[in-house]
């Protein structure tokens, strides 16, 4: 179901949602280089709807929090139109699921604030689902180079699906990866997307 103001979704639309939404007014969604909009970026501490901060959920009458502004581990849940983005309805709903943050998130930081040139060397430092978004991304662009890095090697054969050409796992090194890939590229990579999530 659509509520009321919502123009640009109709009800039975299929949708994914996006935790770091955009309202599509303010600078940063208007920015090609920032996805942190003012209204719905990711606040952990936002229990509620942005119009009046109240739960649309609750279990024997005592409201529940909704997290991320998504909720998407109940069944059915309450967005603000900015956090979902509408799909083909032909794609398979089991299948695209896992596409709303992995994937997604990797591609859009290299295409659109990596923004590897093609012929370009690209390093993607983890590669897991963002990661093999990130290495995706660089492939599109026409990267000449994709440098894989995992800790895990069995990870390596699926990332050549994604246009990974090369493969470092730094635990088969005794220097700083850092150094590895710039003894490997002549001084180093063009670009570099971190996927890992470690600090």
């Known amino acids: 179901s659509v509520g009321e103001g919502v123009t640009d979704l109709q009800p039975g639309d299929h949708?994914?949602?996006i935790f770091t939404g955009e309202c599509g007014h303010c600078p940063h969604c208007h920015s090609e280089e920032s996805n942190m909009c003012e209204l719905l970026r990711i606040n952990t501490e936002r229990g509620g709807m942005i119009l009046d901060g109240e739960s649309r959920f609750?279990?024997?009458?005592?409201?529940i929090h909704h997290f991320l502004g998504t909720s998407t581990f109940s069944e059915y849940t309450v967005v603000h139109s900015g956090q979902v983005v509408k799909i083909n309805p032909k794609a398979p709903l089991g299948?695209?699921?896992i596409v709303s943050c992995g994937l997604t998130t990797g591609l859009g930081a290299t295409l659109n604030v990596a923004k590897p040139k093609k012929g370009q060397s690209v390093a993607v430092f983890g590669l897991g689902a963002v990661g093999l978004g990130a290495a995706e991304g660089a492939r599109i662009a026409g990267a000449s180079r994709i440098i894989g890095v995992d800790l895990n090697s069995k990870r390596f054969e699926e990332a050549k699906k994604f246009g990974v050409t090369?493969?470092?796992n730094p635990k088969e090194h005794n220097k700083p990866v850092q150094q590895v890939i710039a003894e490997m590229t002549n001084g180093?990579?063009?670009r570099s997307v971190e996927c890992t999530g470690s600090v």
Do not use: A
Request: one cysteine or more; proline letters at 11%.
């Open 58 to 63: 609750s279990i024997n009458g005592k409201p």
């Open 95 to 97: 299948k695209v699921c």
């Open 166 to 168: 090369e493969f470092v």
């Open 188 to 190: 180093g990579v063009d």
């Open 15 to 17: 949708v994914l949602p």
